[in-house]
């Protein structure tokens, strides 16, 4: 993977969204997806950056990662899902919860983990935070490489799990 990555955020949410102003401030090409249509104050954040606001059935890639921040007991649909895209099937993916490890999905793919350390119920996740957090990255070898080269290029610190 370049320093530079096309990179799909699934969650328009407050860590989607801070995550995909992260990955842009430091170079990445942004798309976000959000599978329901976002309130007017997250459309109005992104008016105007060159985050790519997707809120379609399903966004189309090319992409060189994917990463999920929807609800922990959303993860292994919306991950059945966007592992269903044809241009996504062998992108490495990873999720941002603290609660669940790696993912098996339908077909046999496993989604990895790459979370900011810190609660997510937390009322400041802001991208300052993202910027100073470090990243737990756990899941098979190729994930595990490719989002800790996508963490230390934004700055921040990867951290990988016990067992890698």
């Known amino acids: 993977m370049s320093s530079t990555s096309r990179l799909l955020i699934v969650g328009a949410g407050k860590v989607g969204t801070n995550l995909a102003r992260l990955a842009q401030s430091q170079g990445h090409t942004v798309t976000l997806w959000n ?25 189309t890639g090319p992409f060189d990662l994917v990463l999920l921040a929807v609800s922990d007991g959303a993860q292994a649909d919306v991950a059945d899902l966007v592992d269903r895209w044809s241009s996504t099937s062998e992108v ?29 119920p937390t009322p400041n996740i802001t991208l300052e935070r993202l910027q100073t957090a470090a990243f737990l990255i756990d899941g098979p070898d190729t994930t595990r490489t490719a989002f800790v080269n996508l963490i230390d290029s934004w700055g921040t610190t990867a951290v990988e799990a016990p067992g890698a």
């Open 92 to 120: 490495p993916m990873a999720h941002t919860s603290g609660s669940l490890g790696p993912i098996e999905l339908k077909s046999g793919r496993v989604v990895g983990v790459c979370h900011p350390a810190f609660a997510f």
């Open 35 to 59: 599978p329901q249509p976002l309130p007017i104050d997250v459309q109005g954040a992104l008016e105007g950056s060159p985050i790519a606001l997707v809120q379609k059935r399903e966004a």
